[in-house]
């Protein structure tokens, strides 16, 4: 009797499955043709006001209307994430709504409200509990803060304190390590690369002449 033919799968055997090259190819077709072309830009949701702003002009601050009203006014100098919540409860305002949704009465009164905010909210939310001239407690923003800045490091270097002198210098004010940071002028490791190759020449010279 003839044997099975060759090649013929043995009975009680594994068949092979069907398809399944064939599957794996298509499944990764189809990814590849989901990966291909460029990918879908997101757009940024706006509001269907059709008086809204796109920029939202607060305290001497250009403000981004498509942002919630509290995180645009972080933008501000002076204005946090806390200031911007209090403000916000003290006018009654929604603080998810977007700041380009609000009319310019609203903004002019927000401006108006930060420029006073010191009364409302207790001294130690206050960027200025204590001034240096006159003892009394404020919250500076904007201009403000900048000016009060630039004003106390001209008085500690007129004084000659420690940290005037820092500042003078250009150097780290609060104690920060400055071996590996903060450095002003040429790295050191450049300088004693330039060093030791110089004194390498030297010293290569002077033994030459010495074997002549």
């Known amino acids: 009797m003839a044997g099975p033919a060759a090649g013929a799968p043995k009975e009680g055997g594994k068949k092979p499955k069907e398809g399944k090259e064939g599957g794996k190819s298509e499944k990764g077709g189809d990814k590849k043709a989901a990966k291909a072309g460029p990918p879908e830009k997101k757009t940024k949701k706006v509001s269907d006001n059709p008086n809204f702003r796109y920029i939202v002009r607060v305290a001497n601050t250009d403000l981004d209307g498509t942002r919630p009203t509290v995180m645009a006014l972080t933008k501000i100098p002076g204005v946090g994430v806390r200031i911007a919540e209090a403000t916000a409860r003290v006018m009654g305002l929604n603080a998810a709504a977007y700041i380009g949704d609000l009319t310019e009465e609203q903004t002019d009164a927000i401006e108006t409200t930060l ?9 130690w939310m206050l960027n200025r509990p204590m001034d240096r001239t006159t003892a009394e407690t404020h919250h500076l923003v904007s201009a403000d803060l900048e000016t009060a800045i630039r004003d106390d490091i001209n008085l500690m270097k ?3 304190c420690y940290k005037g002198i820092r500042h003078e210098r250009g150097q780290k004010v609060r104690g920060q390590r400055t071996r590996s940071n903060g ?20 010293k290569g010279a002077g033994g030459k002449e010495e074997k002549k």
């Open 183 to 202: 450095r002003t002028g040429m790295a050191a490791g450049v300088l004693k690369k330039a060093a030791k190759d110089a004194a390498a020449g030297a």
């Open 158 to 160: 007129m004084i000659r």
């Open 115 to 123: 420029l006073s905010i010191s009364e409302r909210l207790p001294p």
